[in-house]
């Protein structure tokens, strides 16, 4: 006869191991007895999520985690949207764990790189966070979820604080399936703010020893921005965000979209833009949007997640971002990628390596930086089906073929890239490094970030190349050699073909869209440094400690 | 150090009658540059000197596109780099012929 109940009475063997550890009452477990915990609850070969997101760690549990008895605790399969810690890798080493599916590792992008090459790491797959959270409720469901939280009740109720992140998401894949959830909180309180987690999902709640890590993966210091990033930022502003009417967005992270925010009050008001573009976000809470939302440009953000010294500012605007009812933000980064996927016309960020025909990836030989959600937002979803202007107009010019009345839209994805990264490595190249990497350590699917038939548009300092317009392979490598200034790659243009190319509007220089050089300077800025960000904010945003230069 | 002077014929000249501009400073990842209303009006010179060596060719591509860009005839324009980027060095040259021409 079937067993249909053999997960869930492993689940209870599990939870009355884990009992025995307890502190008193409820679910409390005390930092110091959180190994023991582990080594009581875990079982080899359990897929395990240590949540790592994009700013919240679970760094306690890490830490007990590594600390685990190798001969109990072995051959962990991690499920885990971030690779961030130095903990999350230090488990593959010593046997802890052996098999990973993840989708982000920046800070430990070169170490990453070096295990994947040495064979310590058994490597499933690079996801997108859509992609991982869905495989979460398909075939890598966890036995055991290790999460963070700012404070919960003696039951288990869990504030998440701002950064919910991707808490929701990792709970409600392990717990309705069989899985333990086991919380680290920075306090036990009697009674938490708001419930963002219900208690009865929550089976043991570990008293942390320090509050945990957030990494403030968002702000850029306006002190750190070049012409050459302001004179991009315009370009796109007039020549993509205007042109299009672009109202809805995604912005990456880096010093270009950093820019463009910056330049919304004051460029963006010359161009008589405000209230026409750049109105609804999905977006952490970006430093450098204070200056636009201040000046009335924005009326609606919603978040992934928090940022670091953020959170009074917005407990002071509840207009504008998503806050529950004790005033904090909620953040939720499934949602939010779901708001960037389907509800937004376009999405603009940066990359490492473009290539001839536009793939794009950060994967370089010595770094494995991973995705995060930009393949999510970079990308044109296929099952939209509602019509806005932006998305009609980009649908227009990339239909050649086919019945117009059958034409559907496109999302905006659109490369913003100075032609030299740091150390003039050169962003164009003839080949990625992914491909180089995907052969050395044999994966199937070589980790490119954007495909090629996503992306629409790249901007340069050099101009923007329109990739809707190309209508075939070598027009589309040479509008992309077109836009790619001095590096190999550009100066291997054709230069008649590239003159043919402007003529037609599929590249514009800076002085084909009316750009005055002499603009590009950094009086432009909203904000000049971080203490004018805090100026602009009234006092309300708090910078951390290694952004007060003053 | 690397010395290096290229000259261009142009087809008019830079317009504008302001006699020289300066724009830029010497740091790291800039670069200063001086223009001097001296040539005939055909003529331009770029003189440059540079604490990176070997990059000649992208040095002469930058500035060939420049005065294609600008025709700024009559003008002589000497740069003191601190080992500035290519589109750094595109941008300032353009800035500095608006000066010219303001």
């Not at chain 1, 329109?466 to 200034?485: H, K, M, S, T």
């Not at chain 2, 740091?27 to 990059?55: K, Q």
């Amino acid at each position: 006869m079937a067993d249909w109940r053999g997960d869930r009475q492993a689940r209870d063997a599990r939870l009355d191991a884990g009992r025995a550890h307890l502190a008193g009452r409820g679910k409390v477990v005390a930092a110091q007895a959180a190994v023991d915990l582990l080594e009581a609850v875990l079982r080899p070969g359990d897929r395990v999520c240590l949540e790592g997101d994009n700013q919240k760690q679970a760094d306690c549990l890490a830490r007990a985690l590594s600390a685990c008895d190798p001969g109990r605790v072995h051959d962990l399969h991690m499920v885990q949207s971030g690779i961030v810690l130095p903990e999350h890798l230090d488990v593959f080493e010593t046997g802890i764990a052996r098999r990973l599916d993840y989708s982000y590792s920046g800070p430990q992008g070169a170490r990453i790189a070096r295990m994947l090459y040495g064979g310590q790491i058994q490597l499933g797959a690079v996801h997108t966070y859509l992609e991982l959270f869905a495989r979460y409720f398909m075939d890598l469901t966890p036995n055991v979820a290790l999460i963070a939280g700012v404070c919960a009740d003696r039951d288990g109720n869990l504030y998440t604080g701002p950064n919910t992140e991707d808490t929701p998401t990792v709970v409600e894949a392990t717990h309705f399936k069989n899985g333990v959830v086991i919380a680290q909180v920075n306090e036990i309180v009697d009674r938490v703010p708001r419930v963002d987690i219900p208690g009865d999902r929550i089976d043991f709640v570990v008293a942390a020893d320090k509050p945990f890590y957030v990494e403030p993966l968002f702000t850029r210091d306006p002190g750190a921005m070049t012409e050459t990033q302001i004179l991009i930022a315009m370009m796109a502003i007039k020549g993509i965000y205007a042109e299009y009417g672009i109202r809805r967005l995604n912005h990456g992270i880096g010093f270009g979209t950093a820019a463009i925010e910056l330049l919304l009050p004051t460029y963006g008001e010359r161009l008589g833009l405000k209230g026409k573009i750049a109105t609804h976000w999905a977006l952490n809470p970006h430093p450098t949007l204070i200056p636009a939302i201040e000046s009335g440009w924005v009326e609606q953000i919603h978040c992934f997640g928090s940022e670091v010294g953020m959170d009074r500012y917005i407990r002071a605007r509840p207009d504008i971002f998503f806050t529950g009812s004790d005033g904090s933000l909620r953040s939720n980064r499934a949602f939010c990628q779901t708001a960037g996927l389907y509800a937004c016309d376009m999405f603009i960020g940066a990359t490492l390596q473009i290539d001839l025909m536009g793939h794009s990836s950060t994967v370089t030989q010595s770094r494995v930086a991973g995705f995060g959600g930009a393949p999510n937002m970079g990308s044109d979803p296929h099952g939209r089906r509602h019509p806005s202007d932006p998305w009609m107009k980009a649908g227009r010019e990339g239909q050649v073929v086919g019945d117009p009345a059958l034409m559907r839209g496109r999302k905006l994805v659109v490369q913003l890239v100075e032609t030299f990264g740091d150390k003039l490595v050169p962003t164009f190249v003839e080949r990625l490094d992914a491909l180089e990497l995907a052969r050395k350590i044999g994966l199937e699917l070589a980790p490119v970030m954007i495909y090629a038939d996503d992306v629409t548009h790249i901007v340069t300092e050099e101009g923007i190349a329109n990739l809707l317009l190309c209508r075939d392979a070598d027009e589309r490598e040479q509008a992309i050699r077109g836009v790619a200034g001095y590096t190999e790659v550009g100066r291997g243009r054709d230069r008649a073909k590239v003159e043919a190319l402007r003529a037609r509007g599929v590249i514009r220089r800076p002085e084909d869209l009316g750009i005055e050089p002499l603009d590009a300077d950094r009086s432009l800025l909203a904000a000049r440094s971080i203490k004018d960000l805090v100026h602009w904010s009234g006092g309300l945003y708090e910078p951390p400690a290694r952004f007060r230069n003053w | 150090m690397e010395s290096l002077t290229f000259r261009h014929t142009t087809k008019k000249p830079l317009p504008g009658a302001k006699p020289q501009a300066i724009t830029g400073v010497v740091a790291s990842g800039n670069l200063e540059v001086l223009l001097e209303r001296v040539l005939p009006p055909d003529a331009c010179e770029v003189a440059i000197e540079t604490p990176i060596t070997g990059y000649g060719p992208v040095w002469e591509a930058v500035v060939a596109d420049f005065v294609a860009r600008a025709e700024p005839g009559g003008i002589r324009i000497s740069i003191n780099d601190g080992g500035a980027r290519p589109d750094t060095v595109s941008l300032r040259l353009l800035q500095g012929a608006r000066l010219m021409e303001g």
